[in-house]
Structures are given as structure tokens and as C-alpha cells.
């Protein structure tokens, strides 16, 4: 079974903290998705890497980076969190041309106060 | 912005055929219809894809018209298990994912 993991299941931290969420995957895929959902907003696309070192804007990049050093890890980075960063976050993970349907982690649910 | 076109809501009684639509009136040639589910407090789950042809695995069978300007996701036995959101997306193999405010079902017992 394709795994995805995210580093947290519940976070809270602090206005103007760092905040590193991490997401591992063990099915050496290439793909892998950052996304954030909102009540009534739904799943927004934050930002996408289809390789190494490589990551590309999704629609709601602002105040978010990303790290991709390694295949299976992609890290969101808020630099400094704000409450309206409080969501739940989600990392996904699909395979490429052969295998493209998307797994999903469990999501991390970030309260910043 | 989502390509497709899916009613808010929809209730289906325990045991019976889930009916859900989608409509994807500009999709192109080479997009895929893809469905994923999303039950609550867990990440989305992916459920079928299709190109052209009427698609059919464990979970689920997708119709896709032959103008491919719509599709029907078909739950053939429903179970309270089912209750979801239910998303479809258009897109290309090995694209980004862009999801909707999809379809929530409730299964009615």
C-alpha cells in the first residue's frame, strides 16, 4: 500500500513562528501536492512538484514555500505564520504517466494563535 | 478554476444505485475524468478515472457520454460508508489537481 505521511496530525503554533509541515511518501513517485482546505472553500492547490528540486505555484501560494531536496519528502514552509493560516493541510502524492491516480495524507490541522 | 459542474447535494437510500453527475462541457481531447471521494476527517480517495469508455472497477463504474460533455459516477449498492463529498476533476495525466465543491452525499438509511 502506498503510504503518505504527514509529520503532524494536530500542530498549533504561535503568529510570526516558522512553521516547517512535512510529508514523506514510500512509493518513489514523482508527483507530489501541497494543498490547504477551508470550510466552505474547499481543497485549494497551494503548491505542486513534479520532481526534485523542482516546484511550481498552485493558486493560493502566498506567504507558503516549499522545499523538495529529496524524491520522497516535500516540506510546506510557512516563513511567518498568520491566523488566517489556520487550516487543515493536506499532501498528496501520484505517480506520473503509467500510475497517476493521487494519494493522500491523513492532513495536518494547524491552529496558529 | 474547475472544469466541471456538480449538483451540491444528493441523498440515496442504503442498498440502492448512487447516481452522481458531472458535467464537463469543455474538456478537451486528451483530459481524463477522474472521481475521488472525501469522507470526513480524512484525505481525499481516489475512486476511477476514464478517457472515452465507460470505466468499472471494485468501487465504482464511471459513464462517460459519447460526447464526453458529461459523466455519472455509479455507487451500484450503497452503504452508509459511502456518505462522502464526492469530487470530479477533469484533467491530463500527470497534471496538477484541481478540485471543485463536488457533490455531498448522504446514504440514508
Known amino acids: 500500500d502506498v503510504k503518505v505521511t504527514q509529520s503532524s496530525r494536530y500542530l498549533v503554533k504561535r503568529t510570526g513562528e516558522k512553521v516547517f509541515l512535512e510529508c514523506v511518501q514510500d512509493?518513489?513517485?514523482?508527483?507530489m501536492f501541497w494543498y490547504r482546505q477551508d470550510p466552505g472553500l474547499g481543497l485549494r492547490l497551494i503548491y505542486f512538484?513534479?520532481?526534485?528540486?523542482?516546484?511550481e505555484k498552485g493558486d493560493i501560494p502566498e506567504g507558503y514555500s516549499v522545499s523538495r531536496e529529496k524524491k520522497e519528502r516535500f516540506s510546506l514552509i510557512l516563513e511567518s505564520a498568520s491566523t488566517n493560516q489556520t487550516s487543515m493541510y493536506l499532501c498528496a502524492t501520484a505517480g506520473g504517466a503509467m500510475n497517476t491516480e493521487a494519494f493522500f495524507g491523513q492532513g495536518t490541522r494547524l491552529t496558529v494563535v | 478554476d474547475a472544469k466541471t459542474t456538480q449538483p451540491t447535494s444528493m441523498d440515496c437510500a442504503e442498498g440502492r444505485a448512487a447516481n452522481l453527475p458531472c458535467n464537463h462541457s469543455t474538456i478537451s481531447g486528451n483530459e481524463y475524468v477522474y472521481w475521488y471521494r472525501q469522507i470526513h476527517s480524512q484525505g481525499p480517495q481516489y475512486i476511477i478515472h476514464g478517457l472515452k469508455n465507460n470505466e468499472t472497477n471494485e468501487m465504482a463504474s464511471l459513464i462517460i457520454t459519447e460526447d464526453r460533455k458529461s459523466s455519472t459516477l455509479i455507487l451500484p449498492h450503497a452503504t452508509l460508508r459511502d456518505t462522502a463529498v464526492y469530487y470530479c476533476i477533469v484533467m491530463y495525466r500527470d497534471d496538477k489537481i484541481i478540485f471543485g465543491k463536488g457533490t455531498r452525499l448522504h446514504i440514508l438509511p
Open positions: 512538484s513534479y520532481d526534485v528540486k523542482m516546484k
Open positions: 512509493m518513489d513517485h514523482e508527483n
